[in-house]
Every structure is written in C-alpha cells, then in structure tokens.
C-alpha cells in the first residue's frame, strides 16, 4: 500500500509544462548555436514520457508536439507526429520505471532526441524547407541533440516523479514508514 501526494505531483508537472513552454516560446527562438535551437516541447515530452504509461505518454507527446508547430514556423503536424511516436516507444521501453537524473534515464533521453532531430532534418529536407542534405541531419540534427540533452539534464533533475513515495513497510523495525523509488 503506497501513499502517494498526488496533487503536489500534478502541481509539479503542471509548473514544469508551463516553464517549457514559456521557454519555447521565449528562449527557444533566440537561442541558435551551429545551426541547432532547444527544442523545449521534445525535451518536456521525452522527461515526462520516462514515468508515464504509454496512453498517457501519447497525449503529452501529442499536445508537446502540437505546441511546437504551432509556435515555430516548420510544417504543422510534423513535429507532434514525431514526439507522439517517440513518447510512445519511450515509455513502452521505460515501463513507466525511470525518472530523475539517473544514467540510463539521460542515456534512453539523449538517444530518443538524436533520432527526433535526425528524422526531422530529413523531413524538413524532403519538404524543401532545408535546401542541404547534410547541414539539415548534421547541422540541425547534432547540435540540436546537443542543446536539448543539457536542457534535458536539468528538466530530469527536477521531474517529480523521480521523488521518493511513502509506503507501509511490512517489516517491524525502526520506523512505520519506508522511502522507495
């Protein structure tokens, strides 16, 4: 039996959704480093997909990407296509298990983002909105991977899902109540 405070969970994930996108519509923008920007809506989708079942995860995945088109000037539709699909596998392949910094959370994290930000460099080169093969996977591609992983670290650190949760222990030593993760 788990007790879990539930409203300062969503509080949480609440203020996180909001900085994101108050960064991607702020920050994101001004922020260009070798051609690559912050994706701040793949970042929010990937941290929050990593505790989150999959139905769950589709729906932040969904409405992440859908914020991202409508605020950038790429084609609508694509980006949340691209964050649906990777939420989904995302969380399937995390089980909902994985949240804060931890290695194999930033290494499940990073790995999702470089095929996010390859896929969409060679569709935005399909599409004839990048005119070169090569600046559109490695330009965009890696050095976006780059700048959303060091966003990413930050965002792990303060997901609330990696927060210890309360719960019964069925051992009689020391104190009623046990920390897990």
């Known amino acids: 039996m788990q ?13 996180m959704c909001a900085v994101a996108a108050v960064c991607q519509v702020a920050l994101s923008p001004q922020i260009s480093i070798l051609g690559g ?3 701040f809506m793949l970042v929010l989708s990937c941290v929050l997909s ?15 990407g859908l914020f991202f088109d409508l605020t950038s000037a790429a ?9 649906t699909v990777s ?3 995302l969380a399937g392949s995390s089980r909902g298990a994985l949240g804060g910094l931890t290695p194999d959370s930033l290494r499940l994290v990073v790995g999702t983002m470089f095929v996010v930000n ?3 460099g060679l569709c935005l080169f399909f599409m004839g909105v990048q005119s070169d093969l090569l600046w559109a996977l490695l330009g965009h591609g890696i050095s976006s991977t780059v700048l959303d992983a ?3 670290a930050l965002f792990l650190m303060f997901n609330p899902s990696s927060a210890p949760t309360r719960s019964f222990s069925a051992r009689g030593r020391g104190s009623r109540y046990k920390m897990t993760r």
Do not use: E
């Open 3 to 15: 007790i879990r405070d539930t409203g300062r969970s969503t509080r949480s994930i609440a203020i």
């Open 37 to 39: 920007s912050i994706n």
């Open 50 to 64: 990593l505790s989150s079942d999959a139905p769950s995860a589709v729906y932040i995945g969904f409405f992440s």
């Open 75 to 83: 084609p609508i539709g694509l980006m949340s296509l691209l964050l």
């Open 87 to 89: 939420s989904f596998l």
């Open 118 to 120: 390859l896929v969409y």
């Open 150 to 152: 060091i966003v990413s």
